[in-house]
């Protein structure tokens, strides 16, 4: 199975409220919220890390999951979030753009 | 309001979190619009390293929403810089401007930085009209060219119509142009005095007997983000507006107040951090502690739930705790039903020229009324 990278799509909005992410499409204003561990996606998603490692290092460290099903769960919401063009995902890593930043 | 902005708000707001800021970038314009609050002078604009700062300091405290606006933006020769240091910050940019010195390069960099919408300020279809009010020639043909570059760049842009005597005829024609344009329009009857305290625009504002007719057919521009809070189902625990809870304002010179529209300074960020004049100013928590039930004459009005009454307006009326006459003038005209403080007002009026007959004796000479 071929490595799948994450990365912020550079045209969107994002900041942390109160451990909630909000993000605003820059295609077409739609706000979005993350639940905890969709924002510990979002904040991890660099386009070098590859998805599983992220999921490794930053989800199963910290909630009690199945490895193999948080992955599987975290690879649903990564293409969920593609459709929304708020994240970006591909199986080689993603450059990153000029103008996208770390969202506080 | 998206209902979700309004959950982010609620939060927002128990959190004690600014998330959304105005911030000037200069003062200086290069239209005069004979309505504008502004003076169009350059007394020590924030230098771009401070602006930098700034808007770390913004993140840093949760701002999400940053409207730049000025004065013209496009003055600002570091204009670019700063657009792009804040979307590094992911801000969600929404930018003010008359748009007469954007072109095709600088709307697809516009584009390419992300920006959620540009408003341009358009006071008619008619050059004529409009120009006499920017003193500007051609400014309007400049900035419907601006407008067509946006929005070929696929950006979300809003005609902003300011209504005054100059214009009042012309509402539907900037309503017509944004829709044959595809784009969005908003109408705003609202003149704010000079910084200065100086009134005399006012006189620009339109006849409020319009303003009946106006509201059947437009709706009226209300600031998404500036909006009346509902904190319960208590309508006089409401909060009046959002500024100094969840919304600020930031001028060229680092000072801080609640509103653009509410010239309360309460610090400034040349000398402070934004998050501890946010959190700490005496100034700022005055502000916040205002709910409806505080309110000199609005408590007894028959609007109070529904009024739209901006607690910058009365504090340049004289007290943020009263009423605002212009916001009186709107409910009178979206209902018919006088406020209080019109009533009041014209009660005031009434004692002031009444002159009463006086009683004379009947036995004196020539005895009769006064008057």
């Known amino acids: 199975m071929s490595k799948l990278y994450i990365a912020r799509s550079p045209r969107v909005a994002a900041r942390s409220l109160g451990g909630e992410m909000m993000i605003m499409s820059g295609r077409d204003s739609t706000l979005f919220t993350l639940n905890q561990t969709a924002s510990i996606l979002w904040r991890a998603a660099d386009g070098s890390t590859p998805l599983e490692e992220i999921v490794q290092q930053k989800i199963c460290s910290e909630f009690e999951v199945d ?31 000029g103008a996208s930043g770390e969202a506080r | 309001m998206s209902n979700l902005l309004e959950e982010m708000t609620r939060k927002a707001l128990k959190l004690n979190i600014p998330l959304s800021v105005q911030l000037d970038l200069t003062y200086r314009c290069n239209e005069r619009c004979v309505h504008c609050y502004l003076d169009h ?4 604009e924030m230098t771009t390293a401070e602006i930098k700062r700034l808007l770390d300091e913004m993140a840093e405290a949760g701002v999400f929403i940053l409207t730049l606006s000025g004065g013209e933006i496009m003055l600002r020769k570091d204009f670019f810089e700063i657009l792009e240091y804040a979307r590094q910050l992911t801000f969600c940019v929404k930018l003010k401007t008359n748009a007469i010195l954007i072109r095709e390069q600088e709307a697809a960099r516009i584009r390419e930085l992300g920006v959620e919408s540009i408003q341009i300020s358009i006071y008619s279809h008619r050059a004529e009209v409009h120009d006499a009010i920017t003193l500007v020639p051609g400014s309007l043909q400049r900035s419907l060219d601006a407008a067509s570059f946006l929005k070929s760049q696929g950006l979300r842009v809003v005609l902003a119509n300011v209504l005054m005597v100059q214009n009042v005829q012309d509402y539907q024609g900037v309503r017509a142009l ?18 200065d305290g100086d009134r005399s625009v006012l006189n620009l504002g339109i006849d409020p007997n319009s303003l009946p007719q106006i509201f059947r057919e437009e709706a009226i521009a209300e600031d998404e983000e500036v909006c009346a809070i509902e904190t319960g189902d208590d309508i006089l625990q409401h909060l009046p507006c959002s500024a100094g809870h969840t919304t600020c304002y930031v001028s060229p010179y680092g000072d801080v107040y609640p509103c653009v529209q509410f010239p309360l300074p309460t610090g400034n960020v040349r000398k402070q951090r934004f998050i501890d004049i946010w959190r700490h100013s005496d100034e700022m928590n005055d502000v916040r502690s205002i709910r409806l039930k505080d309110l000199n004459t609005c408590t007894s009005c028959a609007h109070v739930g529904s009024c739209s009454r901006c607690p910058g307006l009365a504090y340049m009326e004289g007290n943020m705790r009263g009423p605002s006459s212009q916001d009186c003038e709107k409910s009178f005209a979206k209902t018919g039903v006088p406020s209080a403080n019109m009533l009041a007002k014209k009660r005031g009026a009434a004692n002031l020229v009444q002159i009463r007959a006086i009683p004379v004796p009947a036995s004196v000479p020539g005895a009769g009324a006064i008057a």
């Open chain 2, 178 to 195: 944004a829709t044959e344009m595809g784009l969005e329009s908003t109408l705003d009857p609202t003149i704010t005095p000079m910084m």
């Open chain 2, 41 to 44: 002078q350059d007394y020590g």
């Open chain 1, 67 to 97: 490895p193999a099903e948080a992955l599987q769960d975290a690879e649903t919401l990564a293409r969920e979030l593609a459709g929304h063009q708020i994240l970006q995902i591909s199986e080689q890593p993603i450059p990153p753009p």
